[in-house]
């Protein structure tokens, strides 16, 4: 996965996770790490890359998740 993706998707998901007394400051970070991919590709909507970013944030978490192991068979 590419580190900048990841990186958003990290302060996406602290975003999500985050108590009310910490959740401005990481909404900052996260809409700052969006500013600056917007910077870099002018022809790309904000609205399109938030849309993106869920989108992958959904396959992130799953693939966040271990599978349980299987018992051995007896």
Known sequence: MNRELEAILK???AA?????????RLL???ET???EVLQ???HLSRE???GAIQR???RWLKAQI???SLPPKA
């Open 16 to 24: 999500k996770q985050a108590s009310q007394a910490e959740e401005k």
């Open 33 to 35: 790490k969006l500013d």
């Open 11 to 13: 302060a996406y998901d």
């Open 48 to 50: 399109a890359l938030e």
């Open 28 to 30: 900052t970070i996260y």
């Open 66 to 68: 271990k599978p349980a």
């Open 56 to 58: 992958a944030y959904i």
């Open 40 to 42: 870099r590709h002018p």
